[in-house]
């Protein structure tokens, strides 16, 4: 026999209702082992100390206090009971506590300026109004940059070429440039660098060159090392062009070939700038056009570039 064996027949063995070989088993084990024998003399003494303890009687009412407790309602029901119980009271009073509030609320909206001026979106300068302005004008702006900025195109009384218009400008044949706008366009072309710079697109594609400059020069001198900023020298001197102002413009190219001598338009500005040398009678634009025409001979402004060779620089 095991010694947990032996300890779970010490119940039996107290109550002697243990016998034959089972008993004799026990006996044997507890004179071999003396770890069982401790565990049994502390068995019987814990069985005789609580026989001595004798019965004790609940006290009055203890039966009831338990019932109560069992049936007593847990706290979401309480709680639920005293906000709606008797439906026919509460319900009308709680309705009447929400027009109490709705109408208080009424009275301090029309009495205060204030928040009636915030809960109005006016028509033209909301923040809805302003948001969906900004998507628009950043949806325009992935679209112009998915391209390389077409050749700029001055404006001439006389219609050009339908072949060479976008790539020839013709500066003999232009009529005087209009007044300059600049300065009342510069006051209003600040702002962060997307929204300053879809300006400029919007308006450069409208055309409205004077306005555009202005943006142009903005967004270059407040966002200086923004990565579209090649981008907007170039289309500056576009604009510039477009306007004839072929001093400016030849400025603006050159400053892009020197300032991001690595960058993709570097081509077109190189063959703009002999353009605008061209239209100035500057014997360097030849110059020009030979080193646009060996860096990039198979450019789109390349053709024109030869003429212009052949025509102007013998």
Do not use: N
Not at 23 to 45: G, I, N, P, S, V
Not at 46 to 72: C, D, I, K, Y
């Amino acid at each position: 026999m095991t010694c947990d064996e032996a300890r779970e027949a010490f119940s039996d063995l107290y109550d002697a209702t243990l016998s034959g070989a089972p008993l004799a088993a026990l006996r044997r084990h507890l004179e071999d082992c003396a770890a069982c024998r401790a565990e049994w003399t502390a068995f019987q003494r814990a069985v005789q100390a609580v026989a001595r303890l004798g019965s004790a009687e609940p006290s009055p009412g203890f039966a009831g206090r338990v019932r109560q407790r069992v049936e007593a309602p847990s706290g979401w029901r309480r709680l639920v009971e005293w906000l709606f119980l008797p439906l026919h009271v509460k319900v009308p009073i709680q309705a009447l506590a929400l027009l109490l509030v709705a109408f208080a609320g009424l009275l301090i909206y029309q009495q205060s300026p204030q928040v009636r001026r915030e809960a109005e979106v006016p028509q033209s300068g909301g923040r809805a109004a302003q948001e969906i302005g900004r998507a628009d004008a950043q949806k325009g702006e992935q679209a112009e940059r998915q391209a390389l900025p077409a050749s700029p195109r001055a404006e001439p009384d006389r219609p050009a070429s339908p072949a060479r218009e976008e790539t020839r400008p013709l500066a003999k044949s232009a009529a005087p440039a209009e007044p300059r706008k600049e300065g009342a366009a510069r006051a209003t072309a600040t702002g962060p660098a997307d929204e300053l710079y879809a300006a400029a697109l919007r308006d450069s594609a409208r055309q409205e060159h004077d306005r555009a400059i202005a943006e142009y020069r903005a967004f270059i001198a407040q966002h200086p090392r923004d990565a579209r900023v090649p981008d907007a020298r170039l289309r500056l001197a576009d604009a510039y062009f477009a306007r004839q102002r072929y001093a400016e413009a030849a400025a603006e190219y050159e400053s892009l070939t020197r300032d991001f001598p690595d960058s993709p338009l570097i081509p077109p500005a190189l063959f703009r700038h002999g353009q605008a040398r061209l239209a100035l009678g500057d014997p360097a634009a030849c110059g020009i056009l030979r080193e646009a025409l060996r860096r990039s001979p198979d450019a789109p402004e390349a053709p024109e570039a030869r003429d212009a060779l052949a025509a102007r620089c013998p």
